[in-house]
């Protein structure tokens, strides 16, 4: 039998980090997580970490798609908040947001993992920002660092 497992040090890869202007405040906490996440845990060299900005979470999937498209990266790292308001607007925007990124992961075999937080409140959002119930995006960095050695692996056996 034959186990693929990965770890997280990969010295030489490249990530682009999508980060939502739109509750930049608690954007800001995840961003730091995954940045100390792949620098210090995964090696990952400052100039290797691309960061752009948009305005909310629904724009991500645009520029996680033309980012794909041209495979100079190993990951894309996404990072908003998405808070429920008084109406549904919550519901479509992390559905469309999260179902769009799926499909460009998949199209383009390339992870994009999930730093955005879909709470029902502020409070929940600062929580999973970096207090009792962790840093969301550092999680998000640790899931790319593994993938990016997951998919490195395969590669190397159907070579």
Sequence with gaps: MKIIQ???INKTASIAI??????QF???NLLSGALDTLK???RIKEDNILQIYV???YEIPLI??????????NAIIVIGTIIKGSTDHFKYIASDTYNNLSKISMKYFIPITL???TTNNLEESIERAGLKMGNKGSEAALAALEMINVIETLKKNND
């Design 55 to 57: 305005p909310g979470a």
């Design 40 to 42: 210090r845990i995964g």
């Design 115 to 117: 730093g955005i937080l």
């Design 6 to 8: 990965s770890g997280i």
């Design 64 to 73: 996680a798609n033309y980012i794909s498209k041209y495979k100079k990266y």
């Design 18 to 23: 999508i980060i939502s202007r739109f509750n």
């Design 26 to 28: 608690i954007n800001n």
